[in-house]
């Protein structure tokens, strides 16, 4: 199969699997639809020839944080009366759609204009370890602590909420 042609179906997954996780009821479906978008995008990551990359989409954000969401959502334990759907009105649906035609147009606009041939090498190390490692712990360190943080965070705020409900 040509790169292209599974980039364009790994898109298309990346982009279903966001609706489907926007779109759903239920927060465990909608976590399990956002499994499915970080495997697409670890897909994407192989295909730019960065497989350590990859590999860390889908052990850190497929695996751990995912477990992670499913726990809290499990931990909440939310009754079926809160998860009601919320009535849109008409008005919203039709504002919404042509608020996103012209968008989607740019899109295809974009994507039509857009060579797709390589424009130039990466290094070597690209996605390597030992690159990843060194700009992870040395120029982006304090983003690297503050999603931890919040992660943390996260985890706490779901404990309090729980906590109430017992």
Known sequence: MEEKTLFFILAAMAVIGAL????RKNPLGGALSLI????????MYFLNN??????????????????LVIF?????????GELEEERIPPRRWVLAF????????????QILSTDFEAVGE??????SVKSVGRLMFGNYLLQFEVV?????????????M?????
């Open 72 to 80: 809290v959502v499990m931990l909440l334990n939310l009754p079926e």
């Open 122 to 127: 990466v290094g070597e190390n690209f996605g």
């Open 98 to 109: 042509f608020s996103m035609v012209p968008l989607g147009f740019l899109c295809i606009a």
């Open 162 to 166: 729980a906590k109430k409900k017992i």
């Open 20 to 23: 489907m996780t926007i779109t």
């Open 50 to 67: 960065a497989p350590f990359v990859g590999a860390l989409q889908i052990l850190v954000y497929a695996g751990a944080i995912m477990v």
């Open 148 to 160: 931890s943080v919040l992660l943390l965070l996260a985890v706490v705020g779901a404990v309090v």
């Open 36 to 43: 499915v978008t970080f495997v697409a995008l670890a897909g």
